[in-house]
């Protein structure tokens, strides 16, 4: 059985058919990577596992279970954990603060202090900011802060969406780098990115969707080298 599973999904936005029929899964484990370029539906496919935008057509399974017209807020409690684009964080809120919000359903403050340090623990350099405003930190940092606050509440599968966006290499590099970590760790990982290199690169299996639809799919390593994939997306 699948962690994550979406089977046949269609979802709309007004007259917009973004996602046409869409089929992806994520084992326990596993880092399963998204490409395509702008307005591929990317960010639409994280939205609709999240409920924040409803499939009008077809099923979202989490651990077996039917989560497709569950409310976002459970989706989240029952361990799914997405970061979205941009890296939405408080910007007038503390470092500190952002992550309480991330554990927004947990009371016990040991228990929130026990994800502060893990966050820690990752992303160092917030331990050193923990007082700062999230919206005066860097774009890098930023991400990290993104991140960490995905992870307050432990969930089974981390969401990425474009982590990348926007940053110097070497940030991105750390970015990966950190990916690479929680997975090894035991996190399970979807990632959505149209820096399709660096992201096949961490990966261990990879689709690639256009206009709403998967054309392809198949290990990092194939599609690393596949012509179609190089040309299109790694040139
Ligand atoms: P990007 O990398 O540019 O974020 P993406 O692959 O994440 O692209 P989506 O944001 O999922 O793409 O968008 C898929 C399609 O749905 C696009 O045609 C986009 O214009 C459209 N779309 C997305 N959000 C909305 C919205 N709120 N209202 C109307 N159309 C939308």
Known sequence: MALLELKNIH???GGIHALKGL????DQGEIVT??????A???TTLKTICAQTKAKEGKVYFEGKDITTMRTHDIALAGIAHVPEGRRIFPKL????NLEMGAFSVTDKAVIDEGIERAFH?????????????????????????????????PKILMLDEPSMGLAPILVEQIFDIVTELNREGMTILLVEQN???ALSVAHRGYVIQTGEIILKDSAERLLTNPQVREAYLA
Do not use: D, W
């Open 11 to 13: 979802t709309y936005y």
């Open 23 to 26: 089929s992806i899964h994520v």
């Open 34 to 39: 998204l490409i395509g370029s702008n307005g």
């Open 41 to 43: 539906g990317k960010s």
């Open 94 to 97: 503390t470092v500190r603060e």
């Open 122 to 154: 990752y992303f160092p350099r917030l331990k050193e900011r923990i007082a700062q405003k999230g919206g005066t930190m860097s774009g890098g940092e930023q991400q990290m802060l993104a991140i960490a606050r995905g992870l307050m509440m432990k």
């Open 196 to 198: 399709a290199n660096q």
